[in-house]
């Protein structure tokens, strides 16, 4: 019965190669090899052999998959020494795969163009996977008894497109000894968390009349009930670490308030979500004469979430955040229907005046946007269950706005990115609001003016040169724009030299990165880090310009 | 743990005390009685420290009080209305179980003027556990490999799915809480590294040179490199990847009637090791007249007769019109398919005997004749719930079965082989009476189906169901937990007409929904463990028996002297 959770986890961990730089010809740039594949010989084959190893420790790693596709299509397993061979293999390119269970691919440091030439100067070749982490434990009550059932969590804070965020990474439950195992975990930070709440013999006492103690909403490692205090672990590849949590019933806080806004006739669903986002049996009682609630709840952080619907159909919601350290009353929650915001898209072009705007008579009906528009939520705790990106889709009365459907209360980035040739963003406002500065906060219930957004075309050109590159990195370059810190572009480098163009008039900072995979290019304090090490360039409209930047080793 | 229990039975006694004192000025005749006992180990006798012992009203079933037994194992709830109640007892180590439990059975506390409701003896049976650690042919961890667990039913033999478990990173898994009884495991996963290549990405060149160096590197024999020999032009070869598992069964074998029954005692802790053994995947080409250019397929593997498996471990594919399900072992299938040609989507359905690759067309008939059909109720009313229609042939265990629609129309889904049925219908509030079939003859609720034309049953559903309730007694006096059987006279009657019941504390017993017709009752002092559904075993008991004919709607009530 344990993992059934894991039904649906998919098991390889499906890994590509690494090719490691001295052992092989091909470890300079794939561009410049390109001209050196000898002129096709139809009848020669040729063999390719290497082997597979741990990243950690460097050990063979026997009966690996490994997999060839391009112009020859071949798979097999890795002897006991981790070595592989294939002969017969035609001349041409090539992608190596390899995959074990237990390991990942070697995403770091992937080359990006991975078509590894087949012919006679083929040398041997090395295969990097990753090891998993492994995080185990065991969680017991105050008096030593194993808790059974428990739901143990693991939250991971990654990376992605320059943000940071939470994910849910996995979850086990404990088995009667009080034991969980949870594996596939890649390297990285980690907050684990517990749930004993759902041991089913507590359920039974915790909702009797009678009760008066029950385990917190959610328990972080080590031991605190709020996210904020949680100490996150760090698991390098390979790692396997014990986690143990000693929990303790503490008393039941009462909570109590008055709902404002329900809707005639409708009845309001109470719940009460612990940070995981798992529903905790609560005794909210309601009362629809006055509007007020109460009930008793276990200490911890939560989300009191409160729908409705009405006859309608719209729905209702309040939602709050309660850290619950004692008891709280004269809670008020506002019911409030999701906003809904419409996008105007302006365009000031000097270049090819009205091309867009004529264009929207022939294409009645059709979605005929000059850019395509999301809210990325910033709060990392929704992000992690709810989905994190609410793009704008053409508005349904014909005109030519776009419409944000709804968005619920808090805060969001705005991304626009122009669809027509040429444009840049010239700026993005909301009232008064420069959202290429701050960012959009959607108080509850509250009306919004339109997001304004405009468009030019006479933006400039910037090109560059990167000091001490390796050609293996193809991405890493950055460019920010000192009025829009939060929105940088990214580029890549090819042979040592970058490429931007349509970029907005104004001040702009450029890095160039060996790596931006794991940084948080989109927090200016993080990337302020760096600063002094970006070069710097005032653009004006229709100009081109030239900088020369270094590279910025993130990771040794 | 035991705090908040303490706690709560505190407060339970506060309240009770207040019930009391409010009781005894308003209604002197409740609130005076009590359950008490001890809970103990059911094989040693010793008390059981903390056990939580729950009661609950028989009629109000969310009324349930909850209190933790003491040191000594002793448990009392008082101030209790005169009723009924069901006591449960649940602890670490030890099955949740209601008092004196038999399967869906239990013996009901009685309170009230002249019955005995005070110390009890709550036995409870620890609980006992399988667990094992699935490798593969090198001996490597299985990771999410899919463990199911059967039960053999002691009353019928019949095999029934208990769990599922999937094995963890170190091919670990565990099923804990079980009850003593007979189980079988089974594993299922297909290899990790598992290959199904195309007809067309079946060619020999990339492989010539794996087995020349593989000598070297490759000491150990794996399957990887075993099969590359034959690589002569025109003949594909078999691909070292191309591999299935086969459902295994404890302890190592991959057909059922090999496997070995894990028999668990109370508190057993069984390690049940597994190890898979991949051999080599077959191909099933799926043709039809028309061009498949998609589709999907389920497919279930027979186990035995009785009992059906889904594979999972097959992929699919289509080339040049034609569907191939790949992954599988020799085995003995029945395949649901979907299949598009382009512009439509169709049905079909296939059961089919591999041990090679092999072709089959949905154009061809499989012999299966197809059954449908329609429920007619007796009197007003309508259907409520999932009501089935089962055809079931003893001979071989197999089973058919088709839901009833709100039109009250069945259809058995792929049809049936010809052969000889027992009908039976699962419903509640009605019963099965008669049964007729064009074509096909009928014999009570047996139904013979020959080749050929498509058969339409009719069954007819009767309302009124009787009820039976009385006393068991031994010397004249009352006996708790004994077994209560209703036994139809008709020798031919299938189980499903027998009804049972346990006597509660007071030595009562209620059997409901009891179809009309003519019964003999009997009460078995020691029948939890009788193969009831067998009558040369109930046979010595019926002599003895107390008969009853049972009128729709009839309400009896008789005493039954226990044997």
Known sequence: ?556 | MARIFQIAAINLLALAVFAQQKDTSAAPATGKWKISGVVVDATSSTPLARAQVTITPVTRQNEFHTMVAGEDGRFLFDNLDPGKYTLTAERKGYLREAFDQHGQHSTSIVVGPKLQSENLLFRLHRDASISGTVTDEQNEAVRNAEITLFQQGTSNGQLVLRARANTNDEGVYHFSHLSPGKYFVAASSQPWYAQHPLPTQRRPYARTGINSSQGETNGDGKPATSQEEDTSPGQQPISPLDVAYPVTFYPAVTEFEAAAPIVLSAGEKFTADLNLRAVPALHLRIASSVPIQNGNVQVEARITGELNMPVHSQSMSFEGGVMEVSGLVPGHYFLRLNSYDGKNWSRSSKEVSISGDAKVSTDEKDGYVPVSGVVKLEGAGNLSGQTNVFLFDKASGARFWGQVSAKNEFEIDRGVPPGRYQVLVSTTGFFFKTLAATPGRVTGHIVEIGPGAAVRLTLELGQGMGRVDGVALKDDMPVAGVMVLLVPQDSAAPPQLFRLDQSDSDGTFTVASVVPGKYTAVALENGWNLQWSNRKVLKPYLAQGVPVQIEPNGKYDIKLKVQ
Request: charged content about 20%; proline content about 7%.
């Open chain 1, 1 to 556: 019965m344990r993992r059934k959770l894991h039904l649906i986890v998919p098991l390889r961990a499906w890994l590509i190669i690494l090719f490691l730089g001295n052992l092989f010809p091909f470890s300079g740039t794939v561009l410049s090899q390109e001209p050196r594949v000898p002129a096709a010989n139809p009848s020669a084959t040729y063999k390719l052999e290497g082997i597979v190893i741990s990243s950690t420790t460097g050990e063979p790693i026997p009966r690996a998959y490994v997999q060839l596709s391009g112009d020859a299509e071949d798979a097999i397993l890795t002897g006991a020494d981790g070595r592989f061979h294939f002969e017969g293999l035609p001349e041409g390119r090539i992608t190596v795969f390899a995959s074990k269970p237990g390991f990942f691919e070697n995403i770091e440091k992937r080359p990006t163009h991975s078509k590894l030439p087949i012919g006679p100067e083929t040398g041997p070749i090395t295969v990097t996977l990753v090891p998993e982490c492994v995080i185990y434990g065991h969680v017991e009550d105050a008096n030593g008894e194993p808790i059974e059932n428990a739901k143990v969590g693991v939250i991971g804070i990654k990376v992605n497109q320059g943000r940071k965020y939470w994910h849910d990474a996995s979850d086990d439950r404990t088995d009667e000894k009080g034991n969980f195992r949870i594996a596939e975990l890649e390297a990285g930070k980690y907050i684990i968390n517990v749930d004993a709440n759902s041991s089913l013999a507590h359920d039974l006492v915790y909702l009797s009349k009678d009760s008066q103690v029950g385990y917190p909403g959610l328990v972080y490692y080590p031991d605190s009930l709020d996210l904020l205090s949680a100490s996150p672990v760090t698991l390098a590849a390979g790692q396997k670490v014990q986690i143990n949590f000693s929990l303790k019933r503490q008393r039941l806080f009462h909570i109590s308030g008055k709902l404002t806004a329900l809707p005639a006739g409708s009845r309001p669903d109470f719940e009460l979500l612990n940070l995981g986002g798992d529903r905790r049996p609560s005794s909210i009682q309601f009362s629809p004469q006055d509007s007020t609630f109460e009930g008793k709840v276990p200490p911890g952080d939560y989300k009191l979430r409160v729908t409705a619907s009405d006859p309608s159909g719209n729905d209702w919601m309040a939602e709050q955040r309660i850290n619950i350290s004692h008891d709280f009353a004269n809670l008020h929650l506002l019911l409030t229907v999701p906003v809904r915001l419409s996008v105007i898209v302006k365009t000031e072009f000097t270049k090819q005046p009205g091309a867009i705007a004529n264009s929207t008579d022939e294409d009645i009906g059709k979605h005929n946007s000059e850019v395509d528009v999301a809210l990325i939520a910033l709060d990392p705790f929704v992000a992690s269950r709810h989905d994190r990106r609410k793009e704008a889709v053409p508005s349904e009365d014909g005109s030519d706005s776009l419409i944000l459907a709804d968005v619920r209360s808090g805060r969001y980035s705005v991304e626009v990115w122009p669809l027509t040739p040429n444009a840049y963003v010239q700026s993005v406002r909301c009232g008064t609001v420069d959202l290429r500065q701050d960012d959009l906060v959607v108080p509850p219930g509250g009306r919004l003016p339109p997001i304004e957004i405009i468009l030019r075309d006479d933006g400039a050109e910037l090109t560059g040169t990167v000091r001490n590159t390796n050609a293996d990195y193809s991405s890493g370059l950055l460019i920010v724009p000192q009025f829009a810190p939060r929105h940088p572009q990214t580029g890549s480098i090819s042979n040592g030299e970058f490429q931007f163009a349509n970029l907005a008039p104004g001040e702009y900072k450029i890095f160039a990165f060996d790596s931006t995979w794991r940084l948080e290019y989109k927090n200016p304090d993080i990337l302020g880090q760096y600063a002094s090490r970006a070069a710097s360039i005032t653009l004006s409209t229709n100009s081109k310009a030239k900088v020369t930047v270094d590279l910025i080793q993130t990771q040794e």
